[in-house]
């Protein structure tokens, strides 16, 4: 059977890639608080309470709504659960709190039609609802492929109806984790088989005259999640669909990895101007991921609202503007022939040669090796300013992972050290580490006597005038108004070149990506080092009728959450050969550790322990965030493992996809563990589940001895 996604799809899923621009999607009301069409980015969480603990999920509820909350969804894992949503809406009715409530089912059927005749909007997962998802593997014939669909049709039909009735909104939440198996069987764990496993479910309500739906494709790994979502919007815009966007990344984990992975995935979606509402999924106490939702969705409140619409016969609205992404477009002027088709013969996706590069899947641009340093298939370097500090003080390298001991008179290097400094005009009265690289502005570099491990930074005007460049590596500031002129075509494209891209435009994460695709279009292979400012101001798009509104970056959170959407939608697309985050106000440490945060959400460099932990809810069997902070503390130094983390069976081996070990509640004290998704013990006591956990990843040669500080 053809993908029948893949045979068709067309090259739209974004207003444009040059600029800002919303997508457009139908409104849906959730109680009084609507979403998509033009209505701002809404904000929503979730409870970790026991469902039957009333007054704790209310108090939670309340909790959340003044951290920020415009929804809050409850689990109703059985029809006890559903029913008793009803007494904390009234429950939160009678404190204040009309807060539109949304039932979370996985499994129940029956549940799900007893929460929307409570409740405002149920979430169902299409993985599991009327579908099997056992983990294994069958091969489907095309007529017992559709006997599958007219089964899972005859039983999804009575919840349409109760919403119908009810006036009740519907999210169709495909998670990457659990897909089932007869998608499984026919497209693999795919972003593909994410889409199809939504668009089935879609075309269903459809046929059923149901339209109040809101569409999610998350997973916990933000490259899959992107690829999923501009997947499913180009394939909704081919079947005449703009149904609203919720964005989240599943099991991001906590502290500062769970912000930066979240805001890589959300964030690239964000600045392609797809998402309604957003739910940042943190291993913590619900209220706390309101404020991180909040930060990026703000970003973005103020950003004109530029759109065309157009009608499709029998729809709502649909907003589309000409400049939408054609891979025969040219970046910088903006003209565009009409896009070749994405797919192959066989309903793979192309890879024809006019396609300068595919939003679709994964692919690193082609870029020249550098002494086995920068480019090709190295990974991405990481560049810090050290020049406004004390650098008369070797301890000044500790902030950026280079350890100095005076007593034995030697640097000790972490898994995050970075691979440049950068001192513009200033020397430091210490040597440097051997394998540690020193950038010097160029009239600086010219004067040093010894330039073992110096390089030059040049503008292009230096660079192009210079008669002395060095031997090994010369990094060139360019920007997007650079190329195409005649000084930018007078570079001499050799094997000591680096670009350094910088931007200070309002939407520069698309001014860069235009170099990007520019450069690919050229066939220009240098290797780009990404950078961007923050901490003087970050402008926002006014309003109509206000001047440019200048936000402060001054704090530790938003400038992860920034640095992480402007250079992470880059490097999920294949652009960058290494980073610079400019931030004169934060300190050189969280620089560093947001730099290797970003390449490791990414997957472009790892340099420690992944932790796929979910964010609790009430059918959460331990306590999560203690649980997953005792799991840190003993295998936190085990580089490149990826670990997941889960409540229970339902965010268990499925949702933990991409992790290599999984530590899973399987019932009161009990923990089942996983190599992959294949269970190695099941029942295990809590109290010795983690020494367990630890003897597999020994028996499987995986486990090392942390070092001894």
Same mark, same amino acid.
């Given at each position: 059977?053809?993908?029948?996604?893949?045979?068709?799809?067309?090259?739209?899923?974004?207003?444009?890639?040059?600029?800002?621009?919303?997508?457009?999607?139908?409104?849906?009301?959730?109680?009084?608080?609507?979403?998509?069409?033009?209505?701002?980015?809404?904000?929503?969480?979730?409870?970790?309470?026991?469902?039957?603990?009333?007054?704790?999920?209310?108090?939670?509820?309340?909790?959340?709504?003044?951290?920020?909350?415009?929804?809050?969804?409850?689990?109703?894992?059985?029809?006890?659960?559903?029913?008793?949503?009803?007494?904390?809406?009234?429950?939160?009715?009678?404190?204040?709190?009309?807060?539109?409530?949304?039932?979370?089912?996985?499994?129940?059927?029956?549940?799900?039609?007893?929460?929307?005749?409570?409740?405002?909007?149920?979430?169902?997962?299409?993985?599991?609802?009327?579908?099997?998802?056992?983990?294994?593997?069958?091969?489907?014939?095309?007529?017992?492929?559709?006997?599958?669909?007219?089964?899972?049709?005859?039983?999804?039909?009575?919840?349409?109806?109760?919403?119908?009735?009810?006036?009740?909104?519907?999210?169709?939440?495909?998670?990457?984790?659990?897909?089932?198996?007869?998608?499984?069987?026919?497209?693999?764990?795919?972003?593909?088989?994410?889409?199809?496993?939504?668009?089935?479910?879609?075309?269903?309500?459809?046929?059923?005259?149901?339209?109040?739906?809101?569409?999610?494709?998350?997973?916990?790994?933000?490259?899959?999640?992107?690829?999923?979502?501009?997947?499913?919007?180009?394939?909704?815009?081919?079947?005449?669909?703009?149904?609203?966007?919720?964005?989240?990344?599943?099991?991001?984990?906590?502290?500062?990895?769970?912000?930066?992975?979240?805001?890589?995935?959300?964030?690239?979606?964000?600045?392609?101007?797809?998402?309604?509402?957003?739910?940042?999924?943190?291993?913590?106490?619900?209220?706390?991921?309101?404020?991180?939702?909040?930060?990026?969705?703000?970003?973005?409140?103020?950003?004109?609202?530029?759109?065309?619409?157009?009608?499709?016969?029998?729809?709502?609205?649909?907003?589309?503007?000409?400049?939408?992404?054609?891979?025969?477009?040219?970046?910088?002027? %903006?003209?565009?022939? !009409? $896009?070749?088709?994405?797919?192959?013969?066989? +309903?793979?996706?192309? *890879? @024809?040669?006019? &396609? /300068?590069?595919?939003?679709?899947?994964?692919?690193?641009?082609?870029?020249?090796?550098?002494?086995?340093?920068?480019?090709?298939?190295?990974?991405?370097?990481?560049?810090?300013?050290?020049?406004?500090?004390?650098?008369?003080?070797?301890?000044?390298?500790?902030?950026? %992972?280079?350890?100095? !001991? $005076?007593?034995?008179?030697?640097?000790?290097? +972490?898994?995050?050290? *970075? @691979?440049?400094? &950068? /001192?513009?005009?200033?020397?430091?009265?210490?040597?440097?580490?051997?394998?540690?690289?020193?950038?010097?502005?160029?009239?600086?570099?010219?004067?040093?006597?010894?330039?073992?491990?110096?390089?030059?930074?040049?503008?292009?005007?230096?660079?192009?005038?210079?008669?002395?460049?060095?031997? !090994?590596?010369?990094?060139?500031?360019?920007?997007?108004?650079?190329?195409? *002129?005649?000084?930018?075509?007078?570079?001499?494209?050799?094997?000591?070149?680096?670009?350094?891209?910088?931007?200070?435009?309002?939407?520069?994460?698309?001014?860069?990506?235009?170099?990007?695709?520019?450069?690919?279009?050229?066939?220009?292979?240098?290797?780009?080092?990404?950078?961007?400012?923050?901490?003087?101001?970050?402008?926002?798009?006014?309003?109509?009728?206000?001047?440019?509104?200048?936000?402060?970056?001054?704090?530790?959170?938003?400038?992860?959450?920034?640095?992480?959407?402007?250079?992470?939608?880059?490097?999920?697309?294949?652009?960058?050969?290494?980073?610079?985050?400019?931030?004169?106000?934060?300190?050189?440490?969280?620089?560093?550790?947001?730099?290797?945060?970003?390449?490791?959400?990414?997957?472009?460099?790892?340099?420690?322990?992944?932790?796929?932990?979910?964010?609790?809810?009430?059918?959460?069997?331990?306590?999560?965030?203690?649980?997953?902070?005792?799991?840190?503390?003993?295998?936190?130094?085990?580089?490149?493992?990826?670990?997941?983390?889960?409540?229970?069976?339902?965010?268990?081996?499925?949702?933990?996809?991409?992790?290599?070990?999984?530590?899973?509640?399987?019932?009161?004290?009990?923990?089942?563990?996983?190599?992959?998704?294949?269970?190695?013990?099941?029942?295990?006591?809590?109290?010795?589940?983690?020494?367990?956990?630890?003897?597999?990843?020994?028996?499987?040669?995986?486990?090392?001895?942390?070092?001894?500080?």
């Amino acid at each position: 059977m053809n993908n029948p996604i893949l045979t068709s799809l067309p090259g739209i899923y974004c207003n444009s890639q040059s600029t800002y621009s919303r997508f457009l999607t139908r409104e849906v009301k959730i109680g009084e608080i609507a979403m998509g069409g033009t209505n701002p980015i809404r904000i929503q969480s979730m409870t970790t309470t026991d469902t039957m603990d009333t007054i704790g999920t209310v108090e939670q509820s309340i909790r959340m709504v003044e951290a920020g909350c415009e929804y809050v969804r409850i689990t109703a894992p059985s029809i006890k659960e559903a029913r008793n949503l009803g007494v904390i809406k009234k429950e939160l009715l009678r404190r204040g709190y009309n807060v539109p409530l949304i039932a979370d089912i996985h499994f129940t059927p029956n549940a799900a039609e007893e929460a929307a005749r409570i409740v405002e909007k149920v979430r169902i997962n299409p993985g599991n609802y009327a579908d099997k998802k056992k983990f294994e593997n069958f091969e489907y014939t095309d007529l017992e492929y559709k006997a599958e669909l007219d089964r899972i049709y005859q039983k999804f039909t009575p919840l349409v109806k109760v919403c119908k009735e009810y006036g009740t909104a519907m999210r169709i939440g495909t998670n990457h984790g659990s897909l089932s198996d007869r998608i499984m069987s026919h497209y693999g764990d795919t972003p593909q088989g994410m889409v199809e496993s939504a668009m089935e479910f879609m075309r269903m309500c459809e046929d059923l005259n149901y339209y109040n739906m809101v569409i999610s494709m998350k997973s916990s790994n933000p490259q899959v999640m992107v690829q999923a979502y501009r997947l499913l919007v180009a394939t909704m815009i081919k079947e005449g669909m703009n149904y609203p966007l919720h964005l989240g990344v599943t099991e991001a984990g906590d502290g500062e990895d769970g912000r930066i992975k979240s805001a890589v995935g959300i964030g690239a979606l964000l600045e392609d101007g797809l998402g309604d509402t957003i739910r940042v999924s943190l291993t913590e106490e619900p209220e706390a991921e309101a404020p991180v939702a909040i930060a990026m969705a703000e970003r973005y409140a103020v950003r004109e609202l530029s759109v065309t619409s157009y009608q499709l016969p029998g729809k709502a609205d649909k907003e589309l503007s000409p400049d939408s992404y054609r891979v025969t477009s040219d970046p910088i002027s %903006g003209k565009a022939s !009409s $896009p070749p088709s994405l797919v192959t013969g066989n +309903g793979s996706l192309a *890879t @024809d040669p006019n &396609y /300068l590069h595919s939003p679709f899947q994964y692919n690193k641009r082609i870029t020249t090796e550098l002494n086995t340093f920068i480019g090709g298939h190295q990974v991405p370097r990481v560049i810090i300013d050290l020049s406004a500090k004390n650098l008369r003080d070797p301890a000044v390298l500790g902030d950026v %992972g280079y350890i100095y !001991s $005076p007593i034995l008179d030697k640097y000790n290097m +972490g898994e995050q050290s *970075t @691979d440049f400094v &950068y /001192l513009a005009d200033q020397l430091p009265s210490f040597s440097f580490p051997g394998n540690l690289k020193q950038l010097y502005n160029y009239f600086t570099w010219k004067t040093l006597t010894d330039k073992t491990n110096c390089h030059p930074l040049y503008t292009l005007q230096e660079y192009i005038e210079s008669e002395e460049k060095d031997a !090994s590596l010369n990094l060139v500031l360019i920007s997007h108004s650079d190329i195409g *002129t005649e000084l930018f075509d007078r570079i001499p494209l050799d094997n000591t070149l680096v670009f350094v891209l910088e931007t200070k435009e309002i939407c520069g994460m698309q001014e860069q990506r235009g170099v990007f695709l520019r450069f690919v279009e050229m066939g220009i292979e240098v290797p780009v080092i990404i950078k961007r400012s923050y901490g003087l101001r970050v402008i926002s798009y006014p309003l109509p009728g206000q001047t440019d509104i200048e936000v402060p970056v001054t704090d530790a959170d938003r400038f992860q959450l920034y640095s992480a959407t402007d250079i992470g939608g880059l490097m999920l697309d294949g652009f960058g050969d290494g980073i610079w985050l400019d931030a004169p106000k934060i300190w050189p440490k969280t620089i560093l550790t947001t730099s290797f945060g970003i390449l490791q959400a990414t997957r472009s460099r790892i340099s420690k322990t992944e932790y796929i932990s979910c964010p609790s809810c009430g059918r959460t069997l331990f306590d999560l965030q203690i649980t997953t902070q005792m799991i840190r503390s003993r295998t936190d130094h085990l580089k490149g493992l990826k670990i997941g983390i889960m409540g229970c069976i339902v965010n268990g081996p499925g949702e933990m996809a991409d992790a290599d070990y999984g530590y899973v509640g399987t019932g009161p004290g009990k923990i089942t563990l996983y190599r992959g998704k294949e269970v190695v013990k099941k029942n295990v006591n809590t109290e010795n589940a983690l020494d367990e956990l630890i003897g597999i990843i020994k028996e499987d040669g995986n486990w090392v001895e942390p070092e001894i500080a």
